[in-house]
């Protein structure tokens, strides 16, 4: 960083600065090209890998720990609601 700064204060002149540019673009540019061609293979690679997953697999720990979450929130939600109704209509 103090390397760079003290190169952009050395080369002051713009044309100078625009030309420093201007020789990194073609290396930049090859550089993103080779970063998406990557990208695409990966994606491809993990999409046929995600189709060779059994969907008739038992469920997992996880699986079973997330299902139970979600239950006890929806009674949650539900003992709140009657909560709601109880207070909106004392009697």
């Known amino acids: 960083m103090i390397t760079a700064l003290s190169l952009l204060t050395e080369t002051s002149d713009p044309?100078?600065?625009?030309?420093?540019i201007d020789q990194a673009g073609p290396i930049a540019g090859l550089f993103v090209l080779v970063l998406g061609i990557a990208i695409f293979f990966l994606w491809k690679s993990m999409s046929?890998?995600?189709?060779?997953?059994?969907?008739?697999?038992?469920?997992?720990r996880d699986d079973r720990e997330q299902a139970l979450d979600r239950r006890l929130t929806e009674?949650?939600?539900?003992?709140?609601e009657a909560d709601d109704?109880?207070?909106?209509?004392?009697?």
Do not use: Y
């Open 48 to 60: 046929k890998q995600m189709k060779r997953i059994d969907p008739s697999l038992p469920t997992g």
């Open 75 to 80: 009674e949650a939600v539900q003992r709140g």
């Open 15 to 20: 044309d100078q600065q625009r030309s420093l």
């Open 85 to 91: 109704a109880d207070d909106a209509n004392p009697e």
